[in-house]
């Protein structure tokens, strides 16, 4: 005679955060929100795949590793003394970056925080480097005249 099972009712097992049961053991209805309360550090919004799970990971992280091939080329000329130019690729990949993010709906690890946050981010960065290449001594192609006036201020006495 076989031995009877003395456990009682199995417990209800939860495969994530948001199919985890309720307090009677219903599993809870599948959404696509965040819960309330996280344990874990969820994935940001379009750090999915940028290409299909079957694809090379090259193909599937295409638009990181054109900002990053830019970015390399661009320390490259400048490590060439191409300052200016080199410079200037740097920050036009960080704009890239940014114009990726806002467009593409999966952009792989290219999201590393919120949509809004990774925009900001890459284009004040991008901008600054760009601004800061074009006025560069010698000879800047960009001028802002209350630049020389603010530092005449500050250093003044």
Request: net charge positive; glycine share 8%.
């Amino acid at each position: 005679m076989p031995a009877e099972d003395t456990r009682g009712p199995a417990e209800p097992t939860a495969r994530d955060a948001i199919s985890a049961p309720d307090a009677e053991g219903r599993p809870r209805r599948v959404t696509r929100r965040f819960p309330l309360f996280t344990r874990d550090t969820a994935r940001p919004e379009g750090g999915g795949r940028a290409a299909a799970g079957d694809a090379p990971a090259p193909a599937r992280q295409w638009p990181l590793l054109v900002v990053l091939s830019t970015v390399a080329l661009g320390l490259l000329l400048t490590a060439l003394d191409v300052f200016r130019y080199g410079t200037l690729l740097v920050g036009a990949a960080l704009l890239a970056g940014a114009v990726m993010r806002w467009m593409l709906p999966g952009v792989g690890m290219l999201a590393v925080r919120s949509r809004f946050t990774d925009i900001a981010t890459y284009g004040v960065l991008g901008l600054a480097i760009v601004l800061l290449a074009m006025m560069a001594q010698p000879s800047p192609w960009l001028q802002i005249p209350f630049l020389k006036d603010i530092l005449h201020f500050t250093l003044d006495k």
